[in-house]
C-alpha cells in the first residue's frame, strides 16, 4: 500500500516514522510520503488560507495550493480521505475497507476547513471519503490521519505476526475486549481470575466471552445486538403457549424487586395465571426466547395517548447484557401512531431498572404511590 499525507504541519506525521507504519515499511508493505502543502504555494507568504465567502470567524484553506498538490499526487486510482468532524465515522468496518485499497491519499485541513470544491473536483476524478474519528472537536486533520493510517495498516496482510488474534479484536465481533491479566497472580491483594489459572480453555473461553458481553451491554449498548448479547435471541410476539414459561419467569423476576423495595406491594407477584393470560391475550407483548427458552418479556398498552409499558423482565442470570434495552426499544417501536408518549412505572428503590429507563431518555415524574415511581418520556416523531 502507498499513502500520501498533505498537511502543513509535516512534522505532525513523525510518529509514522516511529511507529508500526515503520515496521511495514521495513517488510515492504507500505510506502508513506508526507508533504508539505506549502511546496504548492508561489507567493512570499506561501499562503494556504483566506477569509470565508459568507463572513463568520476564522479562514478557509484556499483552493489553489490543495488543487496543484492533488494534481501533482496524481490522484487516478487512489482513494483521497479528507478527515473532518462532518465526514463518515471511522470504524472498524471502515478500516478493513480502506486497507483494501492500493493507495490512500490523506488531505490534513487546518483553520475552518478545506475549500469544498476542492474535494468536489476530486471527486469528479477519484473516490473521496470524508472520515472522522469521532465526534468531538480537533485543530486539524493530522491526529486523525494517524489513527487511521495505524488501524488501517496493522491490517494489511502480512503485517501482524499472528493475523488470528486480529479476529478477537474489540470491534471485530461486535464485542468489547475481555480483561486481561498477567503475572504475579496476586498483586496488592488483588488476585487473578482463577478460571484463567484452571488451564480449562473451554471454561477460560466461556469466562472471556460473558466478560465481552457484559461489557459490551454496560459500556456500549449501541453496539450490542441482541444476537451478540446472547445465542440466537429471537423476540417475537406473546403466542397463549407462552403463558406458563412467563408466569415463571415473572416470579422469578420481581424477587429481586420486593427485595429491593420491601414492603410494597408488587402486583407482579399476586396475580395468577389466569390474570396472565387475560393480558398477553389483551395488550401487546413481546417475548425473548434464546436457545428455546423463554428469557425475556415485555408488555404494553395504549391508555388515551400514552403507551404504557410494563412487566419488562429479563432472566435474571442473563441481566446486564442489554436484553431489558433491546426489548424496551422494541416495545416502543410497536407503539400505535397515535401515541404521544411512553410511561413506565418500577419501585423507588429499583435504582438499576430506574439506571436503564434513563439511558433510555425516560425522566422520573415522581411517585404514584408509596414506593412506586413514574418515568416518562415522549414520542419522536416517526
Ligand atoms: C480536520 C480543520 C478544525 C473543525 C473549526 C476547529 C476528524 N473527529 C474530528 N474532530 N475534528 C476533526 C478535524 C478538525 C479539523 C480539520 C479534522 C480541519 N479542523 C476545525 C471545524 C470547526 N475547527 C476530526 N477527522
Redesign the pocket.
Known amino acids: 500500500m502507498q499513502i500520501d499525507v498533505v498537511t502543513i504541519f509535516p512534522d505532525y506525521l513523525a510518529p509514522l516514522e516511529l511507529s508500526l507504519a515503520g515496521k511495514a515499511r521495513d517488510k515492504g508493505l507500505l510506502d508513506i510520503r508526507v508533504h508539505d502543502l506549502r511546496r504548492w504555494t508561489h507567493d512570499r507568504h506561501r499562503t494556504v488560507d483566506d477569509t470565508p465567502y459568507g463572513g463568520g470567524a ?1 479562514m478557509v484553506m484556499k483552493p489553489e495550493p490543495w488543487g496543484e498538490a492533488l494534481d501533482d499526487l496524481e490522484l487516478d486510482g487512489a482513494t483521497l480521505v479528507v ?3 462532518s ?1 463518515e465515522p471511522f470504524t472498524q468496518a471502515l478500516a478493513r475497507e480502506l486497507a483494501t485499497r492500493e493507495r490512500l491519499v490523506f488531505a490534513c ?5 478545506i475549500d469544498q470544491r476542492v474535494l468536489d473536483e476530486a471527486g469528479t476524478r477519484t473516490e473521496v471519503r470524508e ?4 465526534d ?6 493530522e491526529v ?1 490521519a494517524l489513527a487511521i493510517t495505524e488501524a488501517v495498516v496493522r491490517l494489511l496482510p502480512g503485517f501482524m505476526g499472528n493475523p488470528e488474534s486480529l479476529a478477537e479484536e474489540s470491534h471485530e465481533d461486535g464485542l468489547l475486549e475481555y480483561p486481561v491479566y498477567t503475572k504475579p497472580a496476586s498483586w496488592r491483594g488483588h488476585d487473578v481470575p482463577p478460571v484463567l489459572l484452571s488451564g480449562d480453555h473451554a471454561a477460560i473461553r466461556a469466562w472471556r466471552h460473558d466478560q465481552a458481553v457484559r461489557r459490551t451491554a454496560e459500556r456500549r449498548p449501541d453496539l450490542a445486538h441482541p444476537s451478540v448479547l446472547l445465542d440466537d435471541v429471537e423476540v417475537r410476539l406473546v403466542q397463549p403457549g407462552d403463558a406458563g414459561e412467563l408466569f415463571t419467569l415473572q416470579r422469578a423476576c420481581w424477587v429481586q424487586e420486593q427485595q429491593d423495595n420491601p414492603g410494597v406491594e408488587i402486583p407482579a407477584l399476586h396475580e395468577t395465571l389466569e390474570d396472565l393470560r387475560g393480558w398477553i391475550a389483551r395488550d401487546t407483548v413481546l417475548v425473548a426466547r434464546s436457545a428455546g427458552r423463554l428469557v425475556g418479556a415485555v408488555r404494553a398498552d395504549l391508555h388515551e395517548r400514552t403507551w404504557e409499558i410494563g412487566r419488562l423482565m429479563v432472566a435474571p442470570d442473563l441481566q446486564g447484557r442489554g436484553l431489558g434495552r433491546v426489548l424496551l426499544q422494541r416495545v416502543e417501536a410497536a407503539a400505535p401512531p397515535e401515541a404521544t408518549a411512553y410511561a413506565l412505572v418500577t419501585g423507588a428503590g429499583s435504582l438499576r431498572n430506574q439506571k436503564l429507563y434513563k439511558k433510555a431518555g425516560y425522566r422520573l415524574r415522581g411517585e404514584v404511590e408509596p414506593g412506586v415511581v413514574r418515568l416518562t418520556k415522549t414520542v419522536s416523531k416517526r
Open positions: 476564522g478527515t473532518t468532524p465526514g485541513g487546518r483553520y475552518e476547513g472520515i472522522s474519528i469521532g468531538y472537536v480537533l485543530n486539524g486533520g486523525a
